[in-house]
């Protein structure tokens, strides 16, 4: 059985699923993922299983490229290698199973600009911030999200990038 991401960064204009069974052609096992990925035109956010996660979405340029602030690096857990990303213009973010040509309910759109990107992921602890939880055990409003997703401008020469399903490293390697 796949192991499907339960999210992903998707570059629009990459795919043509447009319904369940395109969708299966093209997504439905980690082979076809990992070859997605390996084209640039899938990130996975993984960590091996489901759930809903906060996710934070930042382009920058080559002028003024996208970075963590002070308060995600105190509490960032780890970083992915940095993922390919061509894109057309704007970058769809949500779960695998809503990937296609058009952004659908539960998908979020962000601009990015086109061409060839790195992509940087990081994990972060929010609950580790005072006053990440309101009385519910819920984030508060303000809380850090699970992840945040940096996309900057490829570096020229820069060949390799992670094709991995999984966006993160094991711990023991």
């Given at each position: 059985m796949p192991s499907q991401p339960p999210g992903c960064l998707a570059s629009c204009g990459a795919f043509s699923v447009v319904d369940y069974d395109t969708w299966e052609d093209e997504l439905l096992e980690d082979e076809d993922i990992?070859?997605?990925?390996?084209?640039g035109a899938l990130v996975p956010l993984n960590l091996g299983g489901d759930g809903a996660f906060g996710v934070l979405v930042r382009a920058g340029t080559a002028a003024a490229p996208g970075t963590l602030t002070e308060r995600e690096t105190a509490h960032q857990?780890?970083?992915?290698?940095?993922?390919?990303?061509?894109?057309?213009?704007?970058?769809?973010?949500g779960g695998i199973e809503n990937v296609s040509e058009d952004a659908s309910?539960?998908?979020?759109?962000?601009?990015?600009?086109?061409?060839?990107?790195?992509?940087?992921?990081?994990?972060?602890?929010?609950?580790?911030?005072?006053?990440?939880r309101d009385k519910t055990g819920r984030p508060a409003p303000g809380a850090l999200p699970d992840f945040v997703v940096l996309i900057n401008p490829a570096q020229p020469g820069k060949g390799t990038f992670r094709s991995e399903v999984n966006t993160f490293e094991a711990p023991n390697g």
């Open positions: 990992a070859r997605h990925i390996q084209a857990l780890v970083a992915s290698p940095s993922y390919l990303f061509v894109s057309h213009g704007r970058a769809l973010v309910d539960g998908v979020i759109e962000h601009p990015v600009p086109e061409g060839r990107c790195a992509v940087v992921v990081h994990l972060i602890d929010w609950q580790a911030e005072a006053g990440s």
